[in-house]
């Protein structure tokens, strides 16, 4: 069985910047991965190249095809959504049903009408008329309307109600996902996304600071919040990382003695959030004003 | 396999008929309206000077007495100026609808949604400038075909009030099927003519950063006036050839009969028959003409520079 993605020495540079930095990246079938990362760090990057809408140096085979060369055939397997609702603004509802239907040997009205019962969308409303949120609803009914073995979300639920993002993540779960598909998701609410992932991918500057499966990463980290009077020697232990809360000390460990964790205070698993933040975090601050001017591309 | 592709060909190209319903559909129901509305109104000035029609039935008759040959050339040139304004117009049309046709939607983003279908990037190239060299054309000649019969009927009914067989006088002449199946051959050669001028602004659309329509007209006109002020500079003569006149030139030849082939010898005796709009051999003279392949020849390559920026164009 071929792996759903795989990735050597993938790299794509925009002058002197680095977009991608030899990344290498095996991702089987059946997972949802989170790939995570800070404006600019490289994750529209990777995943253009993945749907063959960028070139690269490296190599890279997505369900055993070369993305540069057959994107056509490729989209036959993959679906994707960008960071925003890309729907052309002119057309109809009805009219990109049928389209997709009838250039889409994958997609099923049937299903998409299901997704869409659940919203106030029209079939005769142009998409320009559509509020952004309903846009996106459309997008995310056409994607999963589409039998794919690779579901590719760039940060997916932008500008979407609590509501709809809570029902559109227990959809994909229950009724998308399968042992067979793959989803590559990216989005900054990671708390809403962790508990559905199966594999987590940090990228910072074009690398994986972190790859891993998200029991690994249980097993891995841990987080104490200290009692007062032990700071000191829970920090002779090299935490990752340190935060304060309500006067309260939080130490986040990689593969420290849970036995001694124990005996220094509270101990708990670290939130995806958490865990960014403390991998990630110092460089993150400095970045973050430029990063954030850039916004989402990249 | 094969009807699979011809299935998306044809999606593809009614896509483009949804984007652009104005330009493809209500352009030419307009200019059909327009005319009839025209004729409808120069009859009702016409009636407040001579409301007994009295010149206008004799002016039937005249015609009635023509040779057949005679009259089939009168109606036939009426029926050809009608569908000139249309052919101007689509001509319009498609040079405007291919500058946008690959760069709208790199600009609002869509082209993200589109390369997310499993369609060939040749495919949607091809879609574009089949639509520019069919479907668009077709849209029109519906048009000119209903006009035409309007008009038709309308002089039929002029004629059986001055007391005249409409079938002799105006319907049998117009030869419609003839009529009608020649038009159809003469957009596609004329579509064919037209090919490379088309692959230019498709080409420019695929990569142009801004104002495809600007930089495929500007292009070939800073190269015609670089060129003249080269030679004009070194020799003190004009060129006699540019690039500007050749596609000029082009343009405005072919096999449409609103550029009315008429030769106008040393005599001036100008030969007025039926190729003189547009005919069978006269499409045939201008499929076998050198030019007509060497274009083709400079359209494929065009085409092929447009399917080679589309493949790597996103959306920045």
């Known amino acids: ?298 | 396999m094969k009807t699979q592709f011809v299935k998306t060909l044809w999606a593809l190209m009614r896509r483009e008929l949804w984007e652009s319903p104005v330009a493809f559909k209500w352009t030419p129901i307009g200019i059909g309206i327009f005319l009839i509305f025209l004729s409808i109104l120069s009859f009702i000035i016409y009636t407040q000077f001579d409301a007994s029609l009295a010149s206008l039935y004799d002016g039937l008759r005249l015609l009635a007495d023509r040779s057949a040959e005679n009259r089939g050339l009168a109606v036939k040139a009426g029926l050809f100026s009608v569908a000139a304004l249309f052919f101007q117009l689509m001509l319009l049309i498609i040079l405007f609808y291919l500058s946008g046709s690959l760069y709208d939607d790199r600009k609002d983003r869509s082209i993200l949604f589109w390369k997310s279908l499993p369609v060939s990037d040749s495919l949607t190239v091809a879609s574009k400038l089949l639509t520019a060299c069919l479907l668009v054309p077709a849209m029109f000649l519906l048009a000119i075909m209903a006009t035409q019969l309007v008009l038709l009927l309308f002089a039929s009914i002029l004629s059986l009030m001055a007391g005249l067989n409409p079938f002799s006088l105006f319907i049998l002449p117009a030869g419609l099927p003839r009529l009608w199946s020649v038009m159809a051959a003469g957009l596609l050669v004329q579509a064919l003519w037209l090919l490379p001028i088309y692959a230019w602004i498709a080409f420019c659309s695929s990569w142009a950063p801004r104002l495809p329509i600007l930089i495929a007209f500007g292009i070939p006109a800073g190269i015609a006036l670089i060129q003249h002020s080269w030679s004009l500079a070194t020799s003190f003569t004009l060129p006699a050839t540019n690039i500007g006149w050749i596609i000029l030139q082009r343009l405005g030849s072919g096999a449409l009969p609103s550029n009315v082939n008429i030769e106008i010898g040393s005599t001036s005796n100008m030969n007025f028959d039926e190729n003189t709009f547009m005919s069978f051999a006269h499409l045939v003279d201008v499929i076998l003409d050198p030019a007509m392949w060497i274009g083709l020849l400079i359209a494929a390559f065009f085409i092929t520079g447009a399917i080679w920026f589309r493949r790597r164009s996103t959306d920045n």
């Open chain 1, 1 to 298: 069985m071929t792996a759903t993605i795989r990735a050597r020495n993938l790299s794509r540079h925009y002058g002197k910047n680095r977009a991608l930095d030899r990344v290498d990246l095996d991702i089987p079938a059946g997972r949802i991965v989170g790939l995570v990362g800070p404006n600019g760090a490289g994750k529209t990057t990777a995943l253009k190249a993945i749907l063959g809408l960028g070139r690269y140096d490296g190599e890279l085979e997505v369900l055993g095809l070369d993305p540069s060369k057959s994107r056509d055939r490729l989209m036959e397997d993959v679906c994707f959504i960008a960071d925003v609702a890309v729907l052309p603004r002119w057309a109809r509802v009805k009219h990109i049903i049928q389209l997709c239907e009838e250039l889409h040997p994958r997609f099923s009205r049937d299903q998409c009408m299901f997704y869409l019962n659940h919203t106030k969308i029209g079939m005769d409303s142009k998409v320009k008329s559509l509020s952004k949120g309903m846009v996106v609803q459309l997008h995310l009914a056409l994607v999963m309307a589409i039998d794919a073995k690779l579901l590719v979300l760039d940060e997916p639920t932008l500008g979407l109600d609590i509501i709809f993002r809570k029902r559109f993540y227990s959809n994909l779960l229950n009724e998308y996902f399968d042992e067979e598909r793959t989803i590559v998701i990216t989005t900054h609410q990671v708390e809403e996304i962790e508990h559905i992932l199966t594999d987590l991918i940090f990228i910072r500057d074009g690398r994986l600071i972190l790859n891993s499966t998200m029991d690994d990463i249980h097993e891995r980290y841990t987080e104490v919040m200290v009692k007062p009077d032990r700071v000191e020697e829970a920090r002779g232990m090299k935490p990752l990382h340190e935060r304060v809360l309500f006067g309260r000390h939080i130490l986040l460990f990689d593969q420290a003695d849970t036995a001694r964790l124990r005996e220094l205070g509270e101990i708990h698993k670290p939130s995806v959030a958490d865990l960014f933040v403390a991998l990630m975090g110092e460089d993150e601050v400095a970045d973050s004003p430029i990063a954030d001017n850039r916004g989402v591309a990249v």
